[in-house]
């Protein structure tokens, strides 16, 4: 199967610019997380999606983050306007469903090869 | 608060030794699950083990092995036979109760040496 996909690969853009980043996660997957991993720092959790709902949401930094997940497929992260500070790599990973029952398989989240951001 | 803490930020191993990557973690929930990710200098995020809190039996995959300490609430990786291939950044993570929301460490960078 396809695994999760991510778009664009690497960002470079100048303070007060606007950026999207896409997210494909795998095909059936409810689940859709997105993570950011800031240069040499812990990877810190964004949002969660459950199909196109926001589950959770009190990891985005602020108002300049909008995410979004059109019929509970692919989702976008935009920043707008993009600081200095939002220079990272931006992951979106993605699960079939939660619980932490029998069978890993269900719980694990699969990863994109994630978006680098250079906000300059 | 910090959940998840990775006390070493780099070790090196020779190539074909087992080396030993720490990981505490803190929660009052009795029900969560414990990872293991790998991420090689190419990005990508790869899916180790998993150990879930009432599993009674220390998880193995390979040359991967998980040593759970639930009373010390430890969740240490193991990895054996060390190959040049392992050189990475191994990072420990934690889901809570039956949503998602994965919480990671720091990250341990493990360089194997021949």
């Known amino acids: 199967e396809a695994g999760v996909t991510q778009f664009p690969s690497h960002s470079v853009i100048e303070k007060g610019q606007t950026v999207t980043l896409r997210c494909d996660p795998i095909?059936?997957?409810?689940?859709l997380y997105w993570y950011r991993r800031v240069m040499g720092k812990e990877i810190k959790f964004l949002l969660h999606?459950?199909?196109?709902?926001?589950?959770?949401e009190s990891g985005m930094p602020n108002n300049r983050f909008l995410a979004e997940r059109t019929g509970g497929t692919y989702s976008t992260l935009k920043v707008q306007p993009a600081e200095l500070e939002d220079s990272g790599v931006y992951f979106c990973?993605?699960?079939?469903?939660?619980?932490?029952?029998?069978?890993?398989?269900?719980?694990?989240?699969?990863f994109g090869a994630g978006s680098r951001l250079t906000v300059l | 608060a910090q959940k998840i803490t990775q006390t070493q930020p780099g070790m090196f191993v020779q190539e074909k030794e087992a080396v030993t990557l720490d990981c505490t973690y803190d929660?009052?929930?009795?029900?969560?699950?414990l990872f293991w990710y790998k991420q090689p200098s190419s990005g990508e995020m790869i899916f180790l083990i998993y150990q879930g809190s009432y599993d009674q039996q220390n998880a193995t995959e390979g040359r991967y092995s998980l040593n759970f300490q639930k009373a010390r609430k430890s969740a240490n990786l193991v990895i054996s036979a060390s190959q040049l291939g392992d050189s990475a950044m191994y990072f420990c993570?934690?889901?809570?109760?039956?949503?998602?929301?994965?919480?990671f460490g720091a990250g341990t960078q493990v360089v194997v040496t021949p």
């Open positions: 999606f459950v199909k196109e709902s926001k589950q959770d």
């Open positions: 929660t009052s929930d009795p029900s969560y699950g």
């Open positions: 095909s059936g997957h409810d689940n």
């Open positions: 990973a993605s699960s079939q469903y939660s619980g932490t029952g029998e069978g890993s398989g269900a719980n694990v989240l699969t």
């Open positions: 993570a934690m889901r809570e109760g039956s949503w998602g929301k994965f919480q």
